[in-house]
């Protein structure tokens, strides 16, 4: 089994900043990528940004330029700098890996972390 436990989650004033952080723990074999979604009140989940482990990225149009996704293949952890908040950020944050532990087969499996909120109000 898998845990993520995410950290960092927190109100900020627009304009402000906030770093997200994630650490998987288990019997991870081998990660394949970690990410970060965000579900705002009636909404759908969305992807915000990943990181693989031969070091692409994606972002969400919206936060390019502003956020930036680092992660630690080694420790299995993920961070997500978050600059240059809008309010339309505010949701909760939630830590994504798909990784392949030594019960799946080779095969990878997909874990969440509990979410973390971020609120971004004046």
């Known amino acids: 089994q898998v845990q993520l436990v995410e950290s960092g989650g927190g109100q900020v004033q627009p304009g402000g900043s906030l770093r997200l952080s994630c650490a998987a723990a288990?019997?991870?074999?081998?990660?394949?990528?970690m990410g970060w979604y965000r579900q705002a009140p009636g909404l759908q989940r969305e992807l915000v940004a990943r990181?693989?482990?031969?070091?692409?990225?994606y972002y969400l149009d919206s936060v390019k330029g502003r956020f930036a996704i680092a992660g630690d293949n080694a420790k299995n952890t993920v961070e997500l700098q978050m600059s240059s908040l809008k309010a339309e950020g505010t949701a909760v944050y939630y830590c994504d890996a798909e990784v392949v532990t030594t019960a799946s087969g080779g095969y990878e499996s997909d874990y969440w972390g509990r979410g973390t909120q971020v609120t971004v109000s004046s």
């Open positions: 990181i693989r482990s031969d070091g692409s990225t």
């Open positions: 288990g019997n991870i074999v081998r990660t394949f990528e």
